[in-house]
């Protein structure tokens, strides 16, 4: 079983940056798919960032131009920057293997942007 492991999240002044991370058991090139999600206090929880295994990348709205995903062969990252009160959540790392019907869920991190 693989349980992705998030660290980096923290309390941050608006404007400031934080960097996620996800490792997890095996090569991150082993996941089809990698992403992170966040869930704020009262909403559903939503996708913030994929990455694919041939490198393509997608964004939500709200985060483009100021988050960047990244990955290599041990971890997947999250860089975000300029930060706003509003990016306020737990992250959450996902892992998907297709092929497998692998969906592999972290624990999440708190990311706190205060104003």
């Known amino acids: 079983q693989v349980q992705p492991v998030e660290s980096g999240g923290g309390l941050v002044q608006a404007g400031g940056s934080l960097r996620l991370s996800c490792a997890a058991s095996?090569?991150?090139?082993?996941?089809?798919?990698m992403g992170w999600y966040r869930q704020a206090p009262g909403k559903q929880r939503e996708l913030v960032a994929t990455i694919i295994d041939g490198g393509s990348t997608n964004y939500a709205d709200s985060v483009k131009g100021r988050f960047t995903i990244s990955r290599d062969n041990a971890k997947v990252y999250l860089q975000m920057n300029n930060l706003k009160p509003e990016d306020t959540a737990i992250y959450y790392c996902?892992?998907?293997?297709?092929?497998?019907?692998?969906?592999?869920w972290g624990q999440g991190t708190q990311v706190t942007v205060s104003s």
């Open positions: 996902n892992l998907k293997r297709i092929l497998y019907g692998n969906n592999y």
């Open positions: 095996g090569s991150m090139f082993s996941f089809n798919i």
